[in-house]
């Protein structure tokens, strides 16, 4: 889990940074924000997960796993609603 944090992190960080940069359509502002507010709390539980696997903390990891997959599914179901037909796919869980 550890070496997952390590290597999704730099690019989950990158992605969220571009995410920021685009201006939606009036209407979407908000709801955009919403969604990208999710987003950025996957990373992060990925970083908690990260932390707690470098401990060795496996009850922080199962923690951090189940955190991630339900705020996932919370930015999947944003991500839908926008229309973000790729964005909106599962990516944890």
């Known amino acids: 889990m550890r070496r997952f ?3 999704v992190l730099p690019v989950y960080r990158k992605a969220i940074a ?3 940069k685009l201006r939606p359509p009036k209407e979407d502002e908000s709801a955009y924000g919403v969604w990208l ?3 950025r709390r996957i990373q992060v539980d990925v ?3 990260g932390r707690a696997a470098r401990r060795g903390d496996v009850r ?3 923690a951090a796993v189940a955190q991630a997959a339900a705020d ?3 930015s999947t179901r944003l991500a839908s609603a926008l ?3 790729v964005c909106g796919t599962r990516r944890i869980g």
Do not use: M, Q, W
């Open 47 to 49: 970083e908690e997960l």
């Open 18 to 20: 571009r995410l920021a």
């Open 5 to 7: 944090a390590d290597r």
């Open 37 to 39: 507010a999710a987003d």
């Open 60 to 62: 922080a990891v199962r």
């Open 83 to 85: 229309g973000l037909s």
């Open 72 to 74: 996932d599914a919370r």
